[in-house]
C-alpha cells in the first residue's frame, strides 16, 4: 500500500526565519510525483511546489524548496524568510498511477509568528 | 476561467435527509476527482471521473454516495440519508488529460463543508 507520513503535527516559526517540515511516503513504484500543498484557513488547497522522481535535482519555487531524497523516500518542504501570510496546514501529498489520484499525509499545522 | 468552483460553500442537513453538490472544472480539464477531509486530517480519495466515465471508487464511497458527470463537464455527489459520520468538507479537484506535461498537478475548488444535525 502506498502510504504517506507527516510526523510533525504542528511547527512554529519566526518571521523571516527558516522552517523545514517534514515528509516520508512508501510506495513500490519507480515513476511518481510528490507534492506539497498548502491550506490556509479558508480552506482552499494551493499548490506549493512538485517533484517529479525522475529528476534527481530539487524543485524549488521562490522562497520554497524540497529535499528529495529517493532512496530514503523523504521528501522535506523548506520554507525560507517565512512571512505571516505561509500560516497554514501543509499537506504532502504523493501520485504513481497515470490516474493522478493523490494520497495524502495528516498535514503540519505551520504559525508563523511575528 | 477562474478555477475550479463548487457549489454550495455550506449546507448544513438533519440526519436521513439527502444532500446534492455540485462542481465545476476548470473548463480543459477533462479528469475531476472528489475528495472528503474531516477535521485534522488529510483529504481522502472518494472517486475519478475521466471525461464522463467513473474510472475508480475509494471503499470510502458507501451506497448511500452517488457521483456523476454526465456531459464530461460539472459533476454532482449526492448523499443519500445523511449520517452525522458524514459531515465533513467536500473537496472537488480537476486535472488535464494525463498526456498533458502538467496533468498530474490537482488544482482544488473551495470545497463544500456539509454538517449534519
Known amino acids: 500500500a502506498q502510504t504517506v507520513t507527516q510526523s510533525q503535527p504542528e511547527m512554529s516559526v519566526q518571521e523571516a526565519e527558516t522552517v523545514t517540515l517534514s515528509c516520508t511516503y512508501d510506495?513500490?513504484?519507480?515513476?511518481?510525483?510528490l507534492f506539497w500543498y498548502k491550506q490556509p484557513p479558508s480552506r482552499q488547497m494551493i499548490l506549493v511546489i512538485r517533484q517529479e522522481a525522475y529528476k534527481q535535482q530539487n524543485a524549488t519555487e521562490n522562497r520554497f524548496s524540497v529535499n528529495f531524497q529517493k532512496a530514503a523516500k523523504s521528501f522535506s518542504l523548506k520554507i525560507s524568510d517565512s512571512q505571516l501570510g505561509d500560516t497554514a496546514m501543509y499537506f504532502c501529498?504523493?501520485?504513481?498511477?497515470?490516474?493522478?489520484?493523490?494520497?495524502f499525509g495528516k498535514g503540519t499545522k505551520l504559525s508563523v509568528k511575528p | 476561467d477562474t478555477g475550479v468552483s463548487q457549489d454550495p460553500r455550506h449546507k448544513i442537513t438533519k440526519r436521513g435527509q439527502n444532500v446534492t453538490f455540485r462542481c465545476d472544472p476548470i473548463s480543459e480539464h477533462n479528469r475531476l476527482y472528489w475528495y472528503r477531509q474531516t477535521l485534522g486530517q488529510g483529504p481522502e480519495f472518494l472517486t475519478y471521473?475521466?471525461?464522463?466515465?467513473?474510472?475508480?471508487k475509494s471503499r470510502l464511497l458507501s451506497d448511500r454516495f452517488s457521483a456523476e458527470r454526465p456531459k464530461g463537464s460539472f459533476s454532482t455527489l449526492e448523499i443519500q440519508r445523511t449520517e452525522q459520520g458524514d459531515s465533513a468538507m467536500y473537496l472537488c479537484?480537476?486535472?488535464?488529460?494525463?498526456?498533458?506535461?502538467?496533468?498530474?498537478?490537482?488544482?482544488f475548488g473551495s470545497g463544500t463543508q456539509l454538517s449534519v444535525l
Open positions: 471521473f475521466q471525461n464522463e466515465a467513473q474510472l475508480e
Open positions: 501529498a504523493f501520485t504513481g498511477g497515470s490516474q493522478g489520484n493523490l494520497i
Open positions: 479537484a480537476s486535472s488535464s488529460p494525463v498526456w498533458d506535461r502538467e496533468g498530474e498537478k490537482l488544482f
Open positions: 510506495t513500490s513504484e519507480n515513476n511518481y510525483y
